[in-house]
């Protein structure tokens, strides 16, 4: 093996490879919730990006806790995509 991948010439450079293999931030979190667009259509839970970007002041460290703990494997995504959110109005 070692001497076929000696004849391919690599196509990742050094910065690239850099940029690729550092930690996410949570400033990379924001920025992603921030640069959705946000009338799209809602997911499961039936919010959509507008209010994860409205009510950001106020979910925004818990979801950057979770997505983080996804990206390094700390939290399982399985249990993730079966979540269902339901938000209970105040009386």
């Given at each position: 093996?070692?001497?076929?991948?000696?004849?391919?010439?690599?196509?990742?450079?050094?910065?690239?490879?850099?940029?690729?293999?550092?930690?996410?931030?949570?400033?990379?979190?924001?920025?992603?919730?921030?640069?959705?667009?946000?009338?799209?259509?809602p997911s499961l839970d039936g919010?959509?990006?507008?209010?994860?970007?409205?009510?950001?002041?106020?979910?925004?460290?818990?979801?950057?806790?979770?997505?983080?703990?996804?990206?390094?494997?700390?939290?399982?995504?399985?249990?993730?995509?079966?979540?269902?959110?339901?938000?209970?109005?105040?009386?």
């Amino acid at each position: 093996m070692d001497i076929i991948l000696d004849k391919v010439q690599p196509k990742v450079t050094c910065d690239m490879n850099g940029y690729l293999i550092h930690l996410y931030s949570s400033k990379e979190v924001y920025m992603v919730v921030k640069d959705m667009g946000s009338d799209k259509s809602p997911s499961l839970d039936g919010l959509s990006a507008m209010f994860y970007q409205n009510c950001w002041h106020i979910i925004g460290l818990s979801v950057i806790r979770v997505v983080l703990d996804l990206l390094y494997g700390y939290a399982n995504s399985h249990s993730v995509n079966s979540t269902l959110v339901v938000l209970i109005p105040k009386v």
